[in-house]
Nanobody, 120 residues
């Protein structure tokens, strides 16, 4: 059973910061790439950033230089540090493994996500 619990969202003014955390159940999540995704109202879910088991990272162009993804495998937790937030960052943020791993293992479940609202 998939177990992903996102936390840390909230309301923040533009230019502010938030740190999201994702507690997962280990197993597949511990040995594969983990990612943060977001879904804004009326839009499709999009990849924000991912981090491999070894710590290599990748970011969407829209968040490069502002967001930092990291993972603590000992704590089964993935983090997303978000700085210089913009109103267009407003969305529900989810974590999961990468989409390729999800396809290979037939994974479809998501956590409830955490809402980030950035006011102008």
């Amino acid at each position: 059973q998939v177990h992903l619990v996102e936390s840390g969202g909230g309301l923040v003014q533009a230019g502010g910061s938030l740190r999201l955390a994702c507690a997962h159940s280990g197993g597949i999540f511990s040995v594969n790439t983990m990612a943060w995704y977001r879904q804004a109202p009326g839009k499709q879910r999009e990849l924000v950033a991912d981090v491999t088991e070894g710590g290599s990272t990748n970011y969407a162009d829209s968040v490069k230089g502002r967001f930092t993804i990291s993972r603590d495998n000992a704590k089964n937790t993935v983090y997303l540090q978000m700085n210089s937030l913009k109103p267009e960052d407003t969305a529900v943020y989810y974590c999961n493994t990468d989409t390729t791993t999800m396809l290979v293992y037939g994974m479809h479940d998501w956590g409830k996500g955490t809402l980030v609202t950035v006011s102008s």
